[in-house]
């Protein structure tokens, strides 16, 4: 397993074509994120749990099962995480769009996608979910982390620590009342 550079955003795209993810994935590493890359809908899922990505990109059409339904299986986590899901697809019909927004994807994207759009995009979408994690895991007057975002953080270290072998980690805790 490769645990990813928590400074760099960490993007999961999860489409059959080896090509586009190849494309994709060196496209986006040169531009400053950490990609993870799926052929299929039951590795990609179990990346999204394992890895919990800053932002997931999902083909419509995958081997093994549907976008949809994968969307339909990570949906509710990547909600409480806020964590933007993007549906693409080269079937650009409405009924696809209006499906996906149905079932809670974020976006969705016409393929073949355009690279100077792309980066943007990313970008925006990020940048609101950082700005969303900010104001519900720091205090707005202090700036202090609240308790919610050390839950967060122990949940991650406590995973690590039992994935890779020689990691450790220290913890504190102060009550400031």
């Keep these: ?39 299929t809908g039951k590795k990609g899922l179990e990346l999204f749990y394992d890895f919990h990505p800053d932002l997931v990109l999902i083909d419509y059409i995958l081997p093994d099962t549907d976008g949809v339904a994968l969307l339909t299986q990570i949906v509710e986590k990547a909600r409480n995480e806020f964590t933007p899901v993007i549906m693409v697809s080269a079937h650009n019909s409405n009924e696809h769009r209006a499906l996906s927004f149905n079932l809670g994807a974020t976006d969705f994207i016409g393929k073949p996608i355009k690279t100077d759009v792309l980066l943007p995009f990313l970008k925006n979408r990020l940048a609101s979910r950082e700005q969303i994690l900010a104001h519900i895991l720091q205090d707005e007057l202090t700036g202090a982390f609240n308790r919610k975002f050390l839950e967060k953080k122990l949940k991650e270290q406590s995973a690590l620590f039992h994935k890779e072998n020689g990691y450790t980690f220290s913890a504190a805790m102060v009550d400031l009342d």
């Design 1 to 39: 397993d490769r645990f990813p550079d928590t400074k760099l955003p960490l993007l999961l795209i999860i489409d059959d074509d080896i090509e586009f993810i190849t494309f994709m994935k060196d496209f986006l590493e040169q531009h400053g994120y950490q990609v993870l890359a799926s052929l």
